[in-house]
């Protein structure tokens, strides 16, 4: 089979092409036929020898990703869920070795759900890490319930219009900052304000906000912590809950956590559930062949893309 292997970090042009050996499931796996390709802004920072490179790095050839779409090729021993010819998606092994830049990938089977006949494999390996993360932040870390206010930063990128969304889902009152070309973007996923911060300091504008999902570090994680009214919660999904930012927290009576999504077939199933009733939908704004996937991840690095990036695999 084709993948893409890394074999040393560093630009998007390290990605190369190359035949491999087809994996084979073991007990409990399922070998996945991929169609379609998720890429997220972690793919691009593992590639450039950051975020989980070390860990890859620990089981040659490090091939990046975790997002697929795709039809079961394969069951192995034991496995009850999946049959082949099934349609599945999933983000696979995560925050391990996923191995997903590849014609086919193994994968546990309780990372998978059943892929909901409405929707195509691009717009479900789309709705994988970056709605898993939307969902597990806001629902299992926040506890987020009707009538809240919830603050989505960078609201219309992968996570962000995701989360917008699933908060909008729960009957929450949405508040997410965009750049102005965005805001119809925003209005569109179910935003209730749709906040300029170029225009606007956050803290200046939002004060009252029972949930705070912040993608974008630390700085952003410690000024948020204004617009949040007391016993309120932010979860920061990119390790801005600093032990610094955990106490100044506290002193206000504001709970303050970073979070990391994990594989879970259970959520990815509540989240095809959602897609397949019209919930919840994935945006894709790029879709590139499976031999440009350097070009895909230089999209990414632009960081103004609404929605996902989504590689097409044969």
Known sequence: MKAFVLNEPGPAEN???????????QKGEVLVRVRAISINPVDTKTREGKAFYNKLNETPPVIVGWDISGEVAAVGEGVEYFKEGDEVFGMVNFPGHGK???????????????????????????????????????????????????????????????????????KANVIGTASPENHEF???????????????????????????????????????????????????????????????????NIEAKSYLVHSS??????LAEMLKEGNLRAHVSHVFDFEDMPKAHQQVETRKTNGKVVVTVG
């Open 15 to 25: 990605l190369k092409l190359q035949e491999i050996d087809t994996p084979k499931p």
């Open 100 to 170: 997903a830049y590849a014609e086919y990938v193994v994968a546990p089977e309780t990372h998978l759900a059943h892929k909901p006949e409405n929707i195509s494999h691009h717009e479900a390996a789309a709705a994988t890490l970056a709605a898993l993360t939307a969902w597990q932040a806001l629902v299992d870390q926040a506890g987020i319930q009707p009538g809240q206010r919830v603050l989505i930063h960078a609201a219309a990128g992968g996570v962000g219009h995701f989360a917008v969304q699933i908060a909008k889902f729960f």
């Open 186 to 252: 925003l209005r569109a996923m179910g935003a209730d304000e749709q906040l300029d911060y170029h225009k606007y300091r956050v803290e200046d504008v939002v004060m009252d906000a029972d949930i705070v999902l912040d993608s974008l570090g630390e700085e952003n994680t410690r000024r948020s912590l204004a617009t949040l009214k007391e016993g309120g919660k932010i979860i920061s999904i990119l390790g801005g809950a600093t032990e610094a930012v955990q106490a100044e927290a506290k002193k206000r």
């Open 265 to 270: 077939g259970e959520d990815m199933a509540k």
